[in-house]
């Protein structure tokens, strides 16, 4: 549903209802509604409320002449061409009832002796329909009112020519003009009291029709109408005891009488103010859903030709225009961000896009490694174009478009010009069709507008390159199966590559916590001393990249450590790996079959775990990696003597290493976890342990870090 729409319909119906709950805030409703929850039954019973509400409206248009005509729909017309009372099985379904409906009718007309009696009376009527929806007992209760009502006029009306109307007439001393001008105060306060009555009724009923009809659609002011029906119930059935109070007052009074219908009697008063500040509410309510319902019905409608433009059209730019410019509201709806000019959707004719689609909290590390491949790619024999499709789940106001531009600024390829033309349904496709949820996606479009792949974010960083996405043989990278210090840094620290020559063992290492780090950089160079080697050591950070990492890296001894130079190279090295795990799951690889998913797997594993982590590489030893937590690569030097005389053999460093710690591995208690994201319409197979091989338990974790 279009965030426009909901924003507007959740502040009208906010104000709408401020409004309402002001105008009964002088009672005590929770006390009130306490009350009448305590009467609930746990079965609940409905009733066909439109035969019963129709018959109910047709005895008040009847019996209130000179009255508008009470509301029957949603175009407010009353059908007086049927006969309610003759629709098939409608006396059937009323007949399980019509012992109920007596005592409401009794309730009303017997116990009403006064207005200090009313509550007492409206919670009677809460009991005896307590098995009742709270639908059911709004109508029961009118219908009840409606019975003694309509009783009582057709008394009025037949005493002049019926005999036996006119003899009851007596009996009850009924006033011989119920309508004269001498009861005129009176009949306008009953009669609007009882129009609006039959009005609220009917707008509840009308709100649980839209609920049966649109059940998987979520509208928030019909949600909100829906949870103050209890409230609006109790008053409705208060209401009506209050006009039996008025109609018990005509049985044998005069002209001159003063009875507790008045505008003056203060219970009248409150009952009348209340059930018109309701009626109100639910109207507006009512409104706005039909409304948000109706426009939802035009964005599917619209949604539906989207879907069949995009994935049936043969043509490119038709397909392209489906997407970027669906409503046409722009000649130029494209801005390039390298000549800042404006440009037409014919511009992209003839070369692949891509469809860099994210929110504007878009990682500024992931969109400058982005910005360094697209700089030095050479472009002169690749023919495609970047589009940058900013999706946001809130409003576009002077802020965010601020925010929008900024973040065009840094980018040299193509973006729209005017991010919130982007409409409804074109979101809800992205959304849907290409798994876009908040995390950045990559989707390729081939020369004819079709999607070769949903998100090849991940390719693109692994490579380091958008030539990837047009080799024939683009899928062959994807048997790389070597787990190297080269793989791993490269790009990222080029000194590394100097190290190797000049055969130094390199250790890479990673972690938060800052009394670790101290002392495992003091043991390494023990070792480095003790062993007669080189070793130079790199702080990695953590997959979180946190600013706390930012506060590590100022106390690190920087004569015996080095860093990574910027918070990017950092962002990339985690990045890295995870796209290549992801890759590789996308591709079908398995963690069982693919050697390099098991070690990627594992120095995740060890960083989730939120201890210090070591990988070590190099030196003479080109094919042997150390990979250990913080814990056990501390035991291992500190136990150096141990293994000391195997370690000090050339090129046997790293074996001495891993011999020691495979043994630990199995004598060492622990804990590993793997913290990570969804991959879209996968999930990853068994995961052992890496440090006992056992099947790791999965978990669901729901996570909200904010850094800011």
């Avoid at 190297?484 to 916590?513: P, Q, R, S």
């Avoid at 030097?637 to 005389?645: G, N, R």
């Avoid at 999930?683 to 904010?706: A, F, N, R, S, T």
Wanted: charged share 25%; proline share 3%.
């Amino acid at each position: 549903m279009g965030k426009t729409l909901v924003n507007v319909t959740k502040s009208i119906s906010s104000a709408v209802s401020n409004v309402f709950s002001m105008s009964i805030s002088a009672s005590n409703e929770t006390t009130l509604m306490n009350e009448v929850l305590a009467t609930r039954s746990h079965d609940i019973t409905d009733i066909q409320f439109r035969p019963v509400l129709q018959v109910i409206t047709d005895i008040f248009n009847h019996a209130l002449p000179k009255v508008d005509a009470i509301a029957n729909g949603p175009s407010g017309e009353v059908d007086s061409s049927k006969d309610k009372t003759t629709q098939p099985n409608f006396g059937a379904g009323l007949r399980a009832h019509a012992s109920i409906l007596n005592k409401i009718s009794c309730e009303m007309s017997c116990k009403c002796a006064g207005i200090e009696n009313i509550h007492a009376t409206t919670l009677s009527i809460f009991k005896l329909l307590s098995g009742y929806s709270w639908e059911s007992i709004g109508v029961m209760s009118v219908a009840a009112l409606a019975t003694n009502f309509g009783e009582l006029w057709l008394v009025a009306q037949l005493s002049t020519t019926n005999q036996l109307a006119k003899s009851v007439s007596l009996l009850k001393q009924l006033p011989s003009g119920l309508t004269d001008q001498a009861n005129k105060a009176k009949y306008e306060v009953l009669t609007s009291l009882i129009v609006t009555i039959v009005s609220v009724v009917e707008y509840i009923i009308r709100f649980k029709e839209l609920r049966t009809q649109h059940i998987t659609l979520e509208v928030p002011a019909l949600t909100e109408a829906l949870s103050k029906v209890p409230n609006a119930i109790y008053w409705t059935v208060r209401s009506a005891v209050a006009c039996g109070i008025m109609i018990t007052s005509l049985v044998g009074s005069t002209p001159d009488q003063q009875i507790p219908s008045t505008v003056d009697a203060p219970e009248i008063s409150v009952v009348t103010n209340k059930i018109k500040d309701i009626l109100s509410y639910l109207k507006h309510s009512y409104k706005l859903c039909v409304h948000y319902i109706d426009e939802y019905k035009k964005e599917m409608e619209s949604y539906d030709k989207l879907v069949q433009i995009v994935e049936s059209s043969l043509d490119q730019i038709t397909i392209l225009s489906a997407l970027i410019n669906f409503t046409k509201v722009s000649v130029a709806p494209l801005f390039d961000g390298s000549t800042k000019k404006k440009v037409q959707i014919d511009e992209l004719k003839g070369k692949n896009t891509f469809f860099l689609v994210s929110d504007l909290d878009i990682q500024m590390e992931e969109l400058e490694i982005l910005c360094d491949i697209y700089e030095k790619d050479s472009r002169n024999d690749i023919h495609y174009e970047i589009v940058w499709f900013p999706i946001i789940d809130i409003t576009w106001d002077e802020a965010t478009f601020k925010k929008y531009e900024q973040l065009r600024l840094k980018m040299k390829w193509l973006s729209i010009e005017n991010p919130s033309s982007i409409k409804a349904p074109v979101i809800r496709y992205i959304k849907e069709k290409w798994n876009f949820a908040k995390k950045t996606i990559f989707t390729v479009l081939d020369t004819k507008g079709k999607v070769i792949e949903q998100n090849a974010l991940h390719k693109v960083q692994v490579s380091g390159s958008f030539e990837i996405l047009f080799k024939k043989d683009r899928e062959i990278w994807l048997d790389q199966n070597t787990w190297n210090l080269d793989w791993l840094v490269t790009g990222i620290f080029d000194e590394i590559t100097e190290w190797a020559k000049e055969k130094k063992y390199i250790c890479l290492y990673g972690g938060e916590d800052m009394k670790w780090i101290k002392e495992f950089i003091a043991q390494a160079k023990r070792i480095s001393a003790s062993a007669g080697i080189a070793i130079e050591l790199v702080y990695m950070g953590t997959s979180s990249a946190a600013e706390h990492v930012d506060e590590i890296i100022k106390l690190l001894p920087k004569d015996q450590t080095h860093t990574l130079r910027s918070r990017k190279s950092m962002w990339l090295f985690w990045s890295r790996l995870e796209s290549m795990l992801r890759v590789k799951v996308q591709s079908g690889q398995t963690v069982k079959e693919d050697r390099l998913m098991r070690e990627v797997l594992m120095t995740l594993t060890y960083d989730g775990s939120g201890q210090g982590w070591v990988v070590i590489g190099g030196g003479p030893e080109t094919d042997i990696l150390v990979k250990a937590k913080g814990d056990l690569i501390l035991e291992c030097f500190a136990k150096f003597e141990q293994w000391k005389e195997k370690g000090c053999q050339k090129g046997m460093f790293l074996q001495a290493i891993n011999g020691w710690l495979s043994k630990a591995h199995i004598e060492k208690k622990h804990c590993n976890k793997l913290t990570f994201p969804m991959i879209e319409g996968h999930v990853l197979d068994i995961v052992e342990c890496p440090d006992c091989g056992h099947p790791m338990e999965k978990y669901v974790m729901y996570k909200c870090c904010i850094t800011k």
